[in-house]
Structure formats: structure tokens, C-alpha cells
């Protein structure tokens, strides 16, 4: 499996941008029933990873960090294995380093925000803010 992360860049503070995480094709091949959740994460400097969202190829609701909400929509192209990150009124606080994840269908909501529940990463994407 792998993922590729993109679309990151340098931004003024209330810009946008949207990140692109495309899976490779037999992804589906490697989880139960061929379903897989494909997560979110950003980490910026001397900080933990942070959870934004997370998106199941078998459709389901698209669950988000309660800060992101609103300014962050992530939605899944089923038929390019692609998940997408739209970001607006970005804030120099939204600088970081942002990954894409895929882990099982099945894990559960409470589960989501845990890095070690995820079997492959993304390389990450540069995003940074100035004001």
C-alpha cells in the first residue's frame, strides 16, 4: 500500500488549500471486506500528531477534530482511492506538517485519533501559514 500526500504550500493567514491523499489501487485488497478508513493527521513542531479527520471508503459518516470543524472538510473519491482535505481560513497555528493514514473500516470512532491503529502512512506535506 502506499499513499501519496500532496497539494501542501505556503499560505496567508485566511487562505486555502486542498490536500490530495491518494492510495494505491489494491488497497482494498489488504482490509477486511475491502473496506478501510483513510485518516488525517498533522504534526507541527516539538508537538504530538493531531487527529483531523477520518473518511471510510465504505462511505459513513466523516468525523472531525471539534477544532477543525468548519474550516476543515475532508470527502473521498471512491473511484481514485483519493481522499481530499479542503482547508479555509487557515491560521498560522494550522502550520504543520500534515499526513494522510489508512487503517482498518472498522475501527471505532473513539479509535480514530490513535496513530498506532493505522497501517500505512503517507510521506507528509509542508503546509505553512504566515500572518
Known amino acids: 500500500v502506499q499513499l501519496q500526500a500532496s497539494g501542501g504550500g505556503s499560505v496567508q493567514a485566511g487562505g486555502s488549500l486542498r490536500l490530495t491523499c491518494a492510495a494505491s489501487t489494491h488497497t482494498a485488497n489488504f482490509y477486511s471486506m475491502g473496506v478501510y478508513t483513510i485518516t488525517w493527521f498533522r504534526q507541527a513542531p516539538g508537538k504530538d500528531r493531531e487527529f483531523i479527520s477520518a473518511?471510510?471508503?465504505?462511505?459513513?459518516?466523516?468525523h472531525y477534530t471539534d477544532s477543525m470543524k468548519g474550516r476543515f472538510t475532508a470527502s473521498m473519491d471512491r473511484t481514485r482511492n483519493t481522499v481530499y482535505l479542503q482547508m479555509s481560513s487557515l491560521k498560522p497555528e494550522d502550520t504543520a506538517v500534515y499526513y494522510c493514514?489508512?487503517?482498518?473500516?472498522?475501527?471505532?470512532?473513539?479509535?480514530?485519533?490513535?496513530?498506532?491503529?493505522?497501517?500505512?502512512w503517507g510521506q507528509g506535506t509542508q503546509v505553512t501559514v504566515s500572518s
Open positions: 493514514a489508512v487503517g482498518p473500516g472498522g475501527l471505532r470512532q473513539s479509535d480514530l485519533r490513535k496513530t498506532d491503529v493505522y497501517t500505512y
Open positions: 473518511i471510510r471508503r465504505n462511505g459513513g459518516n466523516t
